[in-house]
């Protein structure tokens, strides 16, 4: 039955039966839908990269000035500690120093008492001339 009419003629009659023109409206509406979906997607897109884009130049000059801040601190921290060494470093002279007076102090008089000693063990127990002499003088039973 199918078979025995025109396939064109078949194809017509098919075509004139089916209502095309709702889905020709829902797919211009589909696609209207697409464009304006993908044109706020690019202004959205656009915006997160404005915003990146400053977010990045801040976050340099924020890098920057974490980065002269502390370079800033590292110095003052490093200018200190040369204050506090310079500082230790003449206490220790001055001690050094006073040492070496004290030390050549202390020469001088062991020097002196050196002299003493050997001039004591010249003189013996009995001392030098002089006070043997006084000492006979002194002494009535001679």
């Known amino acids: 039955m199918l078979l025995d ?3 064109a003629e078949l194809i017509q009659v098919t075509l004139a039966h089916f209502n095309t023109q709702p889905d020709k409206v829902a797919i211009g509406r589909i696609h209207e839908s697409l464009s304006s979906l993908q044109q706020a997607r690019q202004l ?3 915006e997160a990269e404005t915003s990146l884009r400053k977010l990045s130049r801040n976050l340099a000059t924020m890098s920057q000035q974490h980065s002269e801040t502390m370079a800033a601190d590292n110095s003052m921290d490093h200018a200190s500690h040369i204050v506090e060494l310079d500082t230790k470093k ?3 002279a001055k001690a ?3 040492l070496e007076i004290e030390g ?3 020469e001088n008089e ?3 008492l050196k002299n003493r000693l050997h001039d004591l063990d010249v003189q013996g127990v009995e001392g030098d001339e002089a006070a ?3 000492r006979d003088m002194d002494d009535p039973t001679m």
């Open 90 to 92: 003449f206490r220790i």
């Open 104 to 106: 050549e102090r202390l």
């Open 44 to 46: 959205r897109i656009g």
């Open 110 to 112: 062991l020097e002196t």
């Open 5 to 7: 009419e025109d396939p």
């Open 96 to 98: 050094t120093s006073d």
């Open 132 to 134: 043997r002499a006084r």
